[in-house]
Each structure stands twice: as C-alpha cells, then as structure tokens.
C-alpha cells in the first residue's frame, strides 16, 4: 500500500532519453539533471538571459530558483487530486473495476519516453524553447481545472441506480496527467539553462521540494480541509456537514492560479534564443530519430530483454497490498484524511533510507540487497491481508483507537523500508550496467520499464478485486452482495 503523499511519484517520474534517473518501485524521485545538455550546459559562454557565465552566488538567481521551485509545486497539485480521487470513489461505494479504470490515469508519467524526444526537438524559435511548451501545457491544466470545478460535483454524484461517471473522470484526469508530464519535460529542460552552471545543481532540489509540496497541497491538505469531520475537531467551533473547501473550490482557485501565473511567465519571463536555432532544431529532430532507433536496438539485445521481462514481471506479487490496501481500510470505514495524514510522518523516513541502504548497494553486486528484501515484502503483503481483515472488528462506535492507527503507521514503516531496499538496489545495478557512452538513454529505457512493471498489476489487481471477493448480506436471505447494486438491494432489505 502506499501512503498518499508518496503517490506524487507515483509511476514514475520519468525524464527525457538524456536524463540523469532517479525512481523507486514504480515511483521516481525526481533527476538533477540531463546528462548531454548538462554537458553543453558548462560549456556555454552565457546563461539563458544572455548574460556571462561568471561566478554566481545563489542569491543572485534567487528569482529564477523560486520560479523553478513555484512551477514544481504547480506541477505536483494536478497529480496530488488524482491521488486524492481513488479515496473520495471509494468512500461512494464504486466498483473495484471501477477503481481499474481510473488506475490508467497514473500511467502518463511511466510513458513520458515515448514523446520527450519531441518536446526536446520541436519548439518556436521566436518565443522560447521550453516556453513554447509550458505555457500552453499549464493553459490547458488551467482551463481542465476549471471545467472540472463546475462539473466535478455532478461526476461524482451517486445514488443507489447511478454510480459515478467514471469515464469522463478518468479522461479528464488522465490529460491532467498527460499535460502534467509534459510540462514536466519541459520544466526540466528550462531549468538547466536558467541557472547559471554554478547553481544548476539546485534544479533537482527545486524539483523534489516543489513536487513534493504540490502533491502534498493537492492530496493530504485537500483531504483535510475538504473532510467536515477534520474541520469540525480541529478547525471550527460550530460543527458543519461540509468541510471548509469543496473538490469544486479546489479546483477552481488552482485553476485561477495556473492561468494567471502562466500569463505572467508568458509576458514578463524572457527565454533568450539560442544562436543558430535553425541548425539546432534540425540536428535535434535528426537525434530524436536516432534515439528511437537506439530504444529498439537496446531492447532487441538478449540480456536486457531477459532483464526486461523480470522488471515487467517482479512486481505481480506486491500489487494487491499496494493497489488495494488502502482502498480496502477507507471500505472498512477508516477516514481517508487520517490515512493520508499518515504520510506525513514518513517523509523524514523517505528521505533517510535511500541514504542508508546505499551503502549496501555500492558494491559490485547490489540486487543482492534487491533478492533479501523480496520475500520480506511478500510477507508485508499478508500482513496488509491481516490488517484488512482486522480492521472491521476494532472499529468503534465514530472511530477507531489510537492504537490501531499506530500499528497502520508502523506498518506502513515497514513496508517503506523493504520498498526501498529494493528500489535503490534496482537503481544501483541499472546505473552500473548501462553503457556510460549512452547511459542516458540506457537509465531511461530500464527505468521506464521498471515504471510500467509496476503500473499494470496494480491496475489488473484492482480489476480482479471484484470478480474474486465473496460478501455475505445481512437481513436478505440468498443475497450475495457481490455488486454496490446487491449490497443496496440488500441493505434496503434488511
């Protein structure tokens, strides 16, 4: 199960062919970094304002460092409300076919490779490289937010004939998605050519903090605020059946805030043309060709197909205790914002472990650290079977006790540690076997896969919830409640 604040990395936040990699098990965390523009990068006379690449201190790119970090966190609140919306589904009732579906939505950020090139090579020379990106990408998130805010009450709404409108959200979420990604490539891109090359390393700084706050706004801080319950023992005097924002209200002051600071950005930050644009963008389309050519003769080998298949294949035994768990506990009747406030005491873990279990993995053969911590999270996975079973039987009369938030918390410890051990082992052994002469193109294309290897079981294991779960009906005789319809029926029934 993973903990809601770590579904901002959720599926991987994968970069470019030319990318510098960092993921974990299905999540990335987020590269410094690309490998060849970096390269060209401290080469370069001048910065991207035109202006000489002398020494410079940090503070005298305070401005470009807070845009980078503002547009970071822009980017991680579309995909904090997709990691919201799985929960706020569950808690009407909606099928786990259902909850499939929507899984799809997760899966833009796992196929980025599959137009990065593009966005590197096609551009308008005359507004900027990277602009010419950006600014319609988060122009789109803007005005998708705004159609959701007026339209989102009415997807949702459900009663005992008509479930959610499950389609529409997931299209509408999955282009979220797909623009967040973009804009992601893009951002990325800029970010090496607004520092100067003294300050560069502060991009992937901008990059983890902003995402990561962006996902926590758009994912524990919208759960809470929205839940009346939350508002009404910690925030109100006098109790309310609503919370203090709506899905509606989110959306709409997000969306304001995406159009009005792209408008911004579009006047009054200038992208300075590269010199020799033309010939730039041409040899530059002629990689894109050559990169996919390489994809398909890197894949093609017989080592990296069989590795391939195993990163496709590792994840089938997790993918009910990651996709289900959580969903299973807001079924039981557990509070979706006290489970994703849960999150909050593991990012200090989150970011201690990989430092830890990194010295393990440094030398010559780290997916050792990989086949140890394998079955440990099998069995973290029947422990999550245990928890779902006794969740309903310590169930109070409004809430369940402290104790058993606790023994959640530390099982979700536990099962972040061996999460971990296996993620930076994998990325241990795919930086020490690809090829340094292409290293970027080899990180991306194992990454990718290592992404999609843990995007479809997750989405076949919730597709495979409802056709293998029995339920027994109280007060109607021969119901079996195998459906939200029948479990109507039958509570009506009795």
Not at 73 to 99: E, H
Not at 170 to 180: N, Q, S
Not at 347 to 365: C, D, E, H, N, W
Not at 411 to 422: D, G, K, T
């Amino acid at each position: 199960m993973d903990l809601p604040i770590s579904d901002s990395r959720k599926n991987g936040r994968q970069r470019r062919p030319i990318i510098s990699w960092e993921m974990k098990d299905g999540e990335a965390i987020y590269p410094s970094a690309l490998e060849v523009e970096e390269e060209a990068l401290l080469q370069a006379a001048e910065d991207d304002d035109g202006r000489p690449n002398g020494h410079r201190s940090v503070r005298a790119e305070l401005g470009n460092v807070c845009l980078l970090l503002f547009l970071y966190v822009l980017q991680g609140i579309p995909l904090g409300l997709a990691g919201s919306i799985p929960l706020i589904l569950q808690s009407k009732n909606v099928s786990y076919k259902d909850q499939a579906y929507f899984s799809f939505v997760f899966w833009p950020f796992s196929l980025k490779l599959l137009w990065a090139p593009l966005v590197d090579a096609l551009y308008l020379p005359w507004f900027g490289r990277r602009k010419s990106w950006l600014v319609p990408t988060q122009y789109l998130l803007g005005f998708f937010m705004l159609y959701l805010s007026a339209t989102m009450d009415s997807l949702l709404e459900s009663d005992g004939h008509k479930p959610p409108d499950i389609f529409t959200i997931t299209a509408v979420f999955f282009m979220l998605a797909f623009l967040a990604a973009t804009q992601d490539i893009a951002v990325d891109g800029w970010a090496l050519t607004m520092l100067s090359r003294e300050n560069v390393g502060y991009a992937s700084t901008c990059n983890s903090v902003g995402q990561t706050a962006g996902y926590f706004l758009g994912n524990v801080l919208f759960l809470a605020l929205e839940s009346a319950d939350f508002c009404n023992i910690y925030l109100r005097f006098e109790p309310k059946s609503t919370g203090i924002v709506t899905l509606s209200d989110f959306l709409f002051f997000w969306g304001m805030v995406f159009l009005v600071s792209t408008t911004l950005v579009a006047i009054m930050k200038k992208e300075t043309p590269r010199r020799r644009a033309k010939k730039e963008a041409r040899e530059e389309t002629q990689g894109v060709m050559e990169t996919y050519k390489l994809l398909i003769s890197i894949i093609r080998m017989p080592t990296v197909f069989t590795f391939c298949c195993l990163l496709l294949t590792a994840k089938v035994g997790f993918s009910a205790a990651d996709a289900v768990t959580g969903l299973k506990l807001v079924e039981a009747g557990v509070p979706k914002e006290k489970l994703a406030l849960l999150a909050v005491p593991m990012v200090p873990l989150q970011i201690l472990l990989p430092l830890l279990i990194s010295k393990y993995t440094a030398g010559p053969r780290p997916l050792d650290v990989f086949y140890k911590a394998f079955p440990f999270r099998l069995l973290i996975g029947l422990e999550y079977a245990l928890l779902v079973w006794w969740t309903p039987s310590v169930r109070q009369e409004k809430d369940f006790p402290l104790g058993y938030y606790g023994i959640v918390l530390l099982s979700y410890a536990v099962h972040q540690v061996a999460l971990y051990s296996m993620y930076v082992a994998t990325m241990a052994f795919h930086a020490k076997v690809s090829d340094p002469l292409i290293g970027g193109t080899y990180m991306t294309l194992l990454n990718t896969v290592t992404n999609l290897g843990g995007n479809w079981p997750s989405t076949l294991a919730l597709w495979l919830v409802d056709p293998l779960t029995t339920k027994e009906c109280q007060g109607a005789a021969g119901q079996t409640c195998n459906s939200p319809e029948a479990a109507g029926v039958s509570l009506h029934s009795g």
